[in-house]
């Protein structure tokens, strides 16, 4: 256990609905990353938090995602509109603010299946 | 060109040997590279890290580093059969935010 937790763990819904997947980091770290991960592939980024500020975001998301870090601790990652295609594993990692200092931990996921 | 590049195995290796696993990547700016081991169904753990050339050693692991080639490996000395797992590769793109991994290389260690 890394100390990074994510809710819910598993999420099946169907196409066309919402879904909001929620990161808690470990709470000293201020730097949190959102992947997306489909089985036989490595984690895909999404979007890179500082804080409260979303610095980066992947140009492979389409407008149907968003994410949110309101207070700079927990961060949700909404899907509007599912598809079949966004079935994956969501994966949320932390880092400290150690400078030059890289290293990321990982919660458990949320799988999600669309049908 | 993929930006992480890393042979998808299976490696086999017999209990007790040394595994070498390797990783090429492709953008010349990058400064940090990382090892995750991830389990079936499991999120990926971090068991490396290595931010300068040469080899860095942590117990039975050992990374390596060689940018003039933009190559990173990562031995396993006394392979055991609960090393049996995908190693992930990982790389920071230059500006330090964007991380990219590779697809990984599954590792069976016989008994």
């Known amino acids: 256990d890394t100390g990074v937790s994510q809710d819910p763990r598993h999420k099946i819904t169907k196409r066309g609905q919402n879904v909001t997947f929620r990161c808690d980091p470990i709470s000293e770290h201020n730097r949190l990353y959102w992947y997306r991960q489909t089985l036989g592939q490595g984690p895909e980024f999404l979007t890179y938090f500082q804080n409260e500020a979303q610095l980066e975001k992947s140009r492979l998301l389409s407008d149907r995602f968003s994410a949110e870090r309101p207070k700079g601790s927990f961060s949700t990652l909404e899907i509007q509109r599912t598809e079949q295609g966004d079935s994956a594993m969501y994966l949320c990692a932390s880092l400290g603010t150690g400078q030059g200092h890289h290293e990321q931990y990982f919660g458990p996921g949320t799988r999600l299946t669309v049908t | 060109q993929k930006e992480v590049e890393q042979n998808s195995g299976p490696l086999s290796v017999p209990e007790g040997a040394i595994a070498s696993l390797n990783c090429t990547y492709s953008?010349?700016?990058?400064?940090?590279f990382f090892w995750y081991r991830q389990y079936s169904g499991k999120s990926p753990e971090l068991i490396m890290f290595i931010y300068s050339n040469g080899d860095k050693e942590d117990g039975r692991f050992t990374a390596q580093l060689n940018k003039a080639s933009q190559y990173v490996s990562l031995l396993i000395r006394d392979s055991q059969p609960s090393d049996s797992a995908t190693y992930l590769c990982?790389?920071?793109?230059?500006?330090?935010?964007?991380?990219?991994f590779g697809a990984g290389t599954r590792l069976f260690v016989k008994a």
């Open positions: 990982a790389v920071i793109s230059p500006g330090g935010f964007k991380t990219i």
């Open positions: 953008d010349r700016g990058s400064q940090s």
